[in-house]
């Protein structure tokens, strides 16, 4: 998947926190005492999610697998502390092809994997999502993107 693609869905911070917000309602009552967040995608939605459930125990993986608008060979870059426990909440911004999710689900088999949004490839390797999103779509998030202006159409 890369920008050449036509699909494209935009995401405000609004919209996000928002989005986030519906999947810690959906967490509610989960007892879950910690959270791994996926760097970098994971970490805002972790920090939502953090304050929203009264989570206080914060760690993070660092995973790369997309270059700017391409994706590439998974590498750890920083394991997580935290061991695996049915009370571990592991978070991402989404699931896209479910590499970085297989990978999670070895290092952390009892955890629960949450994301924002959700493609059908690797929609069955998360617990909970709020949004599907198709397969060809590429999905610009809030901390992607500037506002800019924009000039009228008669000017144009």
Not at 31 to 59: C, H, K, Q, W
């Amino acid at each position: 998947m890369s920008l050449s693609t036509n699909k494209m869905f935009y995401v405000s911070w609004e919209s996000f926190h928002h989005a986030t917000k519906e999947l810690a309602h959906r967490l509610l009552g989960k007892n879950y005492t910690a959270i791994v967040a996926v760097s970098r995608g994971g970490l805002v939605p972790a920090a939502i999610l953090a304050r929203e459930l009264n989570i206080r125990v914060i760690d993070s993986i660092c995973v790369a697998s997309y270059q700017h608008d391409k994706q590439g060979k998974l590498s750890i870059l920083k394991a997580a502390s935290l061991q695996d426990d049915a009370s571990l909440l592991i978070v991402d911004d989404l699931v896209d092809t479910g590499e970085t999710a297989r990978v999670l689900r070895e290092h952390f088999p009892k955890a629960s994997f949450v994301t924002v949004y959700a493609k059908p490839q690797g929609k069955p390797l998360v617990d909970y999502y709020v949004a599907d999103i198709e397969q060809d779509t590429w999905i610009q998030l809030p901390w992607d993107m500037e506002l800019a202006y924009s000039k009228p159409l008669v000017d144009k």
